[in-house]
């Protein structure tokens, strides 16, 4: 027993640098992605989106982001969007329909303190 404190130790150390650099990897040039689900269906620039469950994917931040909606691993609309820092994160995904138009506007992600806005 006096050496199996020792092996956990060295084998922690061990792990530790590679889990290191897969954090940088998945940090480095990835894009940024949140879920997000329509209770009702809504538009994406001119593509209508039946209500289910997708994710948002996109590169960067600031006011000229390109979005890719997904579902089923599959892009089915695309958008120019606006990346905005919040104070604080929400407690649970909120996403904005115009309920004139029917266009999504804005995704707001739980626990995350970004909201993404859609033109």
Do not use: H
Not at 7 to 19: E, K, N
Not at 40 to 66: F, H, I, M, R
Not at 93 to 104: E, G, I, R
Not at 112 to 119: G, H, I, P, S
């Amino acid at each position: 027993m006096k050496y199996g404190w020792f092996v956990i130790l060295a084998a922690v150390c061990m792990l530790l640098p590679f889990s290191a650099f897969g954090q940088q990897k998945e940090m480095k040039g990835k894009e940024e992605v949140g879920k997000f689900t329509l209770t009702s269906p809504a538009e994406v620039g001119s593509t209508k989106l039946a209500a289910g469950d997708y994710k948002a994917e996109w590169n960067g931040t600031g006011n000229d982001v390109q979005v890719n909606i997904v579902r089923n691993k599959q892009v089915v609309a695309t958008a120019q969007g606006q990346v905005t820092e919040k104070q604080q994160g929400n407690v649970q995904n909120t996403v904005t329909v115009n309920s004139s138009t029917n266009k999504l506007e804005e995704i707001d992600f739980a626990k995350q303190k970004v909201a993404l806005k859609l033109e």
